[in-house]
């Protein structure tokens, strides 16, 4: 009887604690979007030119 009213308790306060968030959904999605970058939508940009012989 004794294990059963705990795990009865136990299961109730998961309840509560998960039940009584404020958080939007909305919200959360903004974490996992995924931003492009550079080079994602286009071309990247050509490498620099070589420093001219001779400078150093």
């Known amino acids: 009887m ?3 009213f ?4 136990a299961v109730v306060l998961n309840v509560f604690m998960f039940s ?3 958080e939007d959904i ?3 999605e903004t ?3 995924t931003v ?3 080079g994602d ?3 990247p940009p050509p490498p ?3 420093p001219p012989p001779g400078d150093k």
């Open 2 to 4: 004794k294990k059963i």
């Open 6 to 9: 705990l795990a009865l308790i």
């Open 20 to 22: 009584c968030t404020t």
């Open 26 to 28: 909305a919200d959360t």
């Open 31 to 33: 974490f996992y979007h």
């Open 36 to 38: 492009a970058t550079e």
């Open 41 to 43: 939508d286009g071309n």
């Open 48 to 50: 620099p030119p070589p």
